[in-house]
């Protein structure tokens, strides 16, 4: 059992370690070949697991060369149109114009049932609303809605813009700890974050969250259930 | 960039992994063959003494192999090599001739397998 335990491990770390060779793009949504992929990696990993008469270079092995394989497909693709198609297909216009193309359902296989379902899982619930939609390589459903049905932004309402409203809020202490990456993206310095929590008579290690953002807009969250403090 | 420089290494460490399981069950089974072929010859003879000497220096080769082989070979296609070439020192030494060619066969025939499954080929692909 011992012996079972060490190679579980083992296997979980080369699994970990093969993902993030593969990158980002694996852990979200998934290409044809990338989803192939995860599949394969993870029945040759409890290959070993399983069985303890498969050596565990067994699985390492085959497990290493579909991410050698992987990155090198994703490297191709990258450098040939060609290639793109044939490996991830092509995103296709399902809706053009509020016209819904029946052809490329049939092709897709999508009865209107899927199509609804997609619909209203992009917020859509009026079919009518919809001026465009494109099923991507990856399945999902882009949704561009009509003129009359999209929501007001900013700039259709022309309010003054400033760019420091774009910067979204980053975690700058977490559990305790500063987090220096976020304090950088909001242009902030520690003293100024210090000064914060001081007239709050609190420490660094007393914040269990805070966030901020570049208009200095912070949201405090203390350990110890002593609740959240909004600025 | 770093990606690829990372799975060039994995591909030529996958390769050259490959390679020395190929090149390491030829060697091993080439001198399997070579000493169940003396034993082949000393059968004739019944030359106890003699063959239980050859049996005892297979054991330790063996074992010496089955340490490396089992990393790289399923555990149970060696087991059954292990298994018939222990019996061979008590067919030797208690002069049960028949019973010792007969393991010498099986011995030579699950070895050919191995190495036959070990090589890249049309068929092995299929």
């Given amino acids: 059992m011992g012996i079972l335990l060490v190679r579980t491990i083992t296997l979980y770390i080369v699994i970990v370690c093969a993902l993030r060779i593969m990158g980002k793009r694996q852990l979200g949504e998934l290409q044809p070949s990338e989803f192939v992929v995860t599949i394969l990696v993870s029945n ?21 060369t579909l991410v050698v394989c992987e990155v090198a497909a994703s490297f191709i693709i990258l ?17 053009r114009d509020g016209v819904v193309d029946q052809r490329i359902m049939s092709e897709l296989r999508w009865s209107i049932e899927d199509l609804m379902e997609q619909l209203r899982i992009g917020n859509v619930f009026d079919i009518g609303e919809v001026s465009c939609a494109i ?47 976020s304090l950088d993206f909001c242009n902030i310095k520690r003293e100024w974050v210090d000064g914060v929590l001081e007239k709050r008579k609190l420490t660094v ?4 969250l805070m966030t901020c953002n570049r208009r200095a807009q912070y949201f405090i969250s203390v350990r110890d259930k002593k609740g959240a403090k909004k600025k | 960039m770093k990606r690829i420089v990372i799975c060039s290494v994995l591909l030529i460490l996958a390769i ?48 010496e192999e089955e340490d490396v082989l089992v990393h790289i070979i399923r ?31 099986v011995i030579r025939r699950q070895m050919e397998h191995i190495r036959s499954s070990e090589m890249l080929s049309f068929d092995n692909l299929l």
Avoid at chain 2, 34 to 50: K, V
Avoid at chain 2, 88 to 99: D, I, R, V, W
Wanted: glycine content about 4%.
């Fill in chain 1, 79 to 95: 450098k040939s149109n060609l290639l793109r198609k044939i490996i991830s297909g092509n995103p296709c216009i399902i809706i």
């Fill in chain 1, 205 to 208: 290690s007393d914040v269990f």
């Fill in chain 2, 16 to 63: 050259l992994l490959s390679l020395y399981t190929h090149l390491r069950v030829e060697r091993v089974s080439e001198e399997l063959n070579t000493r169940i072929d003396a034993m082949f010859e000393a059968l004739p003879r019944e030359d106890s003494p003699e063959l239980l000497a050859q049996s005892e220096a297979f054991i330790k080769f063996w074992n």
């Fill in chain 1, 135 to 181: 099923v991507e390589t990856s399945g999902k459903l882009s949704i561009f809605k009509k003129f009359a049905s999209r929501e007001a932004t900013a700039g259709m309402l022309e309010l003054p813009i400033n760019n420091e409203c774009d910067s979204p809020p980053m975690t700058i202490i977490s559990d305790g700890k500063y987090v220096p990456d």
């Fill in chain 2, 75 to 105: 555990h149970s296609y060696i087991d059954i090599i292990t298994t018939s070439v222990m019996r061979l020192p008590s067919f030797a030494k208690y002069g049960n001739f028949s019973e010792m060619s007969a393991e010498l066969a």
């Fill in chain 1, 44 to 64: 040759i990993a409890t290959l070993s697991i399983e069985d303890a008469n498969v050596p565990l270079l067994g699985s390492i092995l085959p497990i290493f």
